[in-house]
């Protein structure tokens, strides 16, 4: 029952160009600040709600919910755990971070700065590329449906992993996986496999593939009315720029191609951690 | 570390001193506010929202799960310590709150990071900047500039690798 009552709908109608929207059904996390004119908190809701057009139906709501507060912030987490959290302890700790990783959306109102958005961050909102790498930022209020900044065909990118380039003691390979696999209905990568490999060295290959076809198959894409093929080819470049860390550049050129970009530690001293 | 101080033994006095002058509580037994503890730098006293919050969370809620104004809050983070950053009375930043169930893990690193945040007002993320490590990241890669996993962790076993604190 506590469970069923810790659901809470929000029922309250959008404004404007969404004033018949649905938002999607969220489940109450921490509340931090509830005191007029000022509103933090925290929510989560399904991975698959975390698209433009619901996000903004959801903003709409807790703006004609909490009508006259001038200062509001809503995190939006994919876990429910994660939004019961602390977010503002003074020691940045391992923790924090795995839990903003969690936070793909917020929104934030700002009556002061004239400032209404959403920013949606398929990566989290802890990153080692920054906060909200790869993601984008609505103003609101807006006039049509929202657009997404990744894309495959019709769907938004909800959510990514770190990206981080494949290596292991005594190689770090650099080459091109292309793989094959099904989106499924619920956003999921399904039967993901790699259908050609090239690598230098050549015994890389299969490092690479693995990583390859581990990071697809996370990939988190907005829900659809079928399963739709995808035939992505993954370039991985050592780029001797960048410094030595697991910080990975990655470019899209979707829906064909991504190329990561990394210099890897020589990673002969990895198994002493 | 210390911008405007370029002589090494006046840096040693201030750091020496700020340890010497640190005053602990039980954290866990502590439910005076983070404002009133002092735990908003000096440039977050002036965010009215971040000192209303801080002044609806208690000490303890660094430590543990707490009963808020507001609601429950979930505190899975291991910290072993937080000090104070700031003073909204005007008096010294002294105060350092332990984390008293993880005390027998307290070692001259954390007590020398603790006396850090008192002495430079700076929460973790700017101490780290200030001390030339690299943002957290999220995989076990070692990072050879500083070799150590992750914030605040990241800052005591730094301090300990330099020279700078005893292993205990």
Redesign the interface.
């Known amino acids: 029952m506590r469970t069923l009552t810790a659901f809470c709908l929000a029922l309250f109608a959008g404004a404007g160009a969404f004033a018949q929207c649905r938002p999607p059904r969220y489940q109450a996390g921490a509340i931090f600040l509830d005191s007029a004119p000022y509103l933090v908190r925290s929510i989560s809701i399904p991975l698959r709600d975390f698209v433009p057009s619901s996000l903004v139906c959801l903003a709409a709501s807790f703006k004609e919910r909490y009508r006259g507060r001038g200062s509001i912030t809503v995190n939006i987490f994919s876990s429910h755990k994660a939004a019961q959290k602390s977010l503002f302890g003074q020691e940045s700790t391992r923790e924090t971070v795995e839990t903003l990783t969690q936070m793909h959306a917020r929104y934030v109102l700002d009556a002061a700065k004239h400032e209404e958005f959403v920013e949606i961050m398929p990566l989290g909102a802890s990153s080692a590329l920054g906060a909200g790498a790869y993601g984008f930022r609505i103003d609101l209020p807006v006039a049509a449906p929202p657009s997404c900044g990744l894309r495959i065909g019709s769907r938004c990118m909800i959510a990514l992993q770190q990206f981080s380039y494949p290596h292991e003691p005594g190689s770090k390979p650099s080459g091109r996986v292309t793989l094959a696999g099904t989106i499924a209905r619920d956003g999921g990568v399904r039967h993901v496999r790699a259908v050609k490999t090239e690598s230098v060295p050549a015994g890389g290959g299969d490092l690479l593939a693995h990583a390859a076809v581990q990071d697809l198959s996370n990939w988190r894409l907005e829900p659809g009315p079928r399963e739709e093929a995808i035939r992505i080819t993954y370039s991985y470049v050592i780029d001797r720029k960048l410094q030595y860390d697991d910080t990975s550049l990655v470019d899209f050129a979707l829906p064909n191609e991504v190329t990561i970009r990394g210099n890897p530690l020589d990673c002969q001293h990895c198994g002493a951690r | 570390l210390f911008p405007g101080t370029h002589d090494p033994g006046t840096a040693l006095s201030s750091v020496y001193a700020a340890v010497s002058q640190q005053i602990p509580f039980d954290g866990l037994q502590s439910n005076i506010s ?1 404002y009133d503890a002092g ?1 908003l730098s000096v440039a977050d006293l002036s965010d ?2 971040k000192v ?3 002044q ?2 208690p000490v303890c ?2 430590f543990i799960s707490y009963r ?12 072993w ?3 104070q ?1 700031s003073s909204p009375d005007g008096g010294p930043v002294t105060d350092v709150y332990i984390n008293t169930r993880l005390a027998n893990g307290l070692s001259q690193a954390t007590v020398l990071h603790e006396a850090l ?1 008192n002495l430079t007002g700076a ?3 700017d101490l ?1 900047t200030l001390l030339g490590l ?12 500083t070799d150590c ?5 990241c800052i005591s076993d730094l301090l300990q690798k330099k020279g700078c604190s005893g292993p205990n």
């Open positions: 983070q735990f009215p929202a209303k919050m801080f609806g969370a809620g660094q808020g104004l507001y609601g429950s809050v979930h505190v899975t983070n291991k910290v310590a937080a000090s950053i945040h929460y973790d993320a780290e690299s943002p957290p990241d999220l995989h076990d890669v070692p990072n050879p500039n996993p992750i914030g605040s962790i």
